[in-house]
């Protein structure tokens, strides 16, 4: 079955008669029963299938988890309540004190704040990067035993492509593990290259229409096996009703991927041709740093695209209070056009080379392109762009 059947058509996941869920499907349950305390004693010794409790395992979640192997090309997932959560249990499974990370300025906030600060305190060592500088990653690879390099591609939110093949080679050539966080690339893109797991906000893409939380880890078996127990203890367990919405957003997922990809170029295009636009940061502009890498890894652009106002930051204010269908609003990758105006995203707690590793400038903004009609969302940027004063 091809992906795009796969979505429509989940695996189906049955559970056996003699374990009844207390409240019927979705499968809103939190206990499965058997009548017999012999058959959940075998159960929690691995002797025999079925459920018992949801933070452990649940139908609806592990269907969700089948279908996410597929798109991703790996045999295992788990998911979690938030993209955030699926990073924090993938970086716990992976780091013990004493290991050392490379990671990069251009990771999402929160990914960077728990490699530096949070697992700095149970000593976990860093070493930040531009995802630019492959040399600076062969360099220190060389120089320090590394237990895993961290990093996204395109980047968020000036939408760098990072070099898969790469990365990946050198990371494999000494010793290290890769952790790719493909939010942005969608579920079906990069499955081919030799990441050893993946992780993913559901928020986004997956669920597409910005009502629930969700987040994923997709690895091979032994890797998600020796995370699965932390979760448990840790529980940042996904609900079943958000994994059954995000199930359904899963239908259209690649119709609204292949809408959006379509809207954002044109948009990106569109703001290529203004001259209050000093930039755009697009991988499906031609002219992007990023084209030729993006092309080769990806089957189309994503939906994010960055630009940089010639006027800064107060024309980036008045440019997205101007706006009337995209909305001031955090997060990416739903139906609906979002931005992020240069005033609530400028780098925060590094030296101000690190930041500039970023990309992010005064005048940055943001746009996640939605679903609506490419005519309307072109207009309301022109409108934005003649009354922004850039
Ligand atoms: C690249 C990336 N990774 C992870 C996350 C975190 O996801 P969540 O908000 O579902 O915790 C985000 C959220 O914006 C993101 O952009």
Redesign the pocket.
């Known amino acids: 079955m091809k992906p795009r059947t796969r979505v429509v058509h989940p695996p189906e996941v049955r559970v056996p008669p003699d374990n009844r869920p207390l409240v019927a499907p979705v499968y809103q349950s939190v206990k499965f029963s058997f009548d017999d305390v012999g058959e959940t004693r075998r159960l929690w010794a691995g002797q025999r299938e079925g459920y018992y409790y949801s933070r452990v395992s649940n139908p609806t979640l592990r269907q969700l988890e089948e279908t996410l192997c597929e798109l991703q090309g790996r045999d295992a997932c788990l998911v979690t309540g938030?993209?955030?959560?699926?990073?924090a249990v993938a970086l716990l499974g992976l780091l013990r004190a004493g290991d050392h990370v490379v990671y990069f300025a251009e990771?999402?906030g929160?990914?960077r704040a728990l490699l530096a600060k949070l697992l700095g305190r149970y000593g976990v060592s860093g070493t930040m990067l531009s995802i630019d500088d492959l040399e600076g990653l062969e360099r220190v690879l060389r120089s320090t035993p590394t237990r895993l390099v961290a990093f996204?591609s395109p980047?968020?939110p000036v939408v760098k492509v990072a070099d898969l093949g790469r990365i990946t080679a050198l990371a494999r050539a000494h010793g290290a593990l890769t952790l790719l966080?493909n939010?942005?690339a969608g579920l079906h893109n990069h499955g081919g290259y030799d990441v050893d797991e993946f992780?993913?906000?559901?928020?986004?893409f997956a669920s597409g229409h910005g009502d629930v939380?969700?987040?994923a880890v997709i690895a091979r078996r032994e890797l998600v096996d020796g995370m699965r127990e932390d979760a448990v203890n840790l529980g940042p367990t996904l609900d079943p009703h958000a994994a059954f919405l995000i199930l359904r957003g899963l239908r259209t997922y690649f119709l609204r991927w292949d809408v959006q990809c379509a809207n954002a170029l044109r948009v990106a295009g569109f703001l290529a041709s203004r001259p209050e636009v000093a930039r755009v940061r697009y991988p499906g502009l031609p002219g992007d740093p990023g084209h030729a890498l993006a092309a080769s890894q990806m089957d189309a652009f994503g939906a994010v695209v960055a630009f940089d106002l010639a006027g800064g930051l107060e024309s980036g204010t008045r440019f997205a209070e101007a706006l009337e269908l995209f909305s001031i609003a955090?997060?990416?990758g739903s139906t609906e056009s979002l931005v992020v105006p240069p005033a609530m995203q400028q780098p925060r707690g590094m030296s101000a080379e690190q930041a500039a590793w970023t990309g992010v400038g005064p005048g940055t903004v943001r746009l996640s392109v939605g679903i609506e009609d490419a005519d309307d969302l072109v207009d309301d940027l022109r409108q934005a762009l003649e009354r922004c004063g850039a």
């Open positions: 938030s993209g955030v959560a699926a990073i990771l999402y929160p990914t996204e980047t968020n966080d939010t942005l992780v993913h906000s559901l928020t986004k939380m969700g987040g955090a997060s990416l």
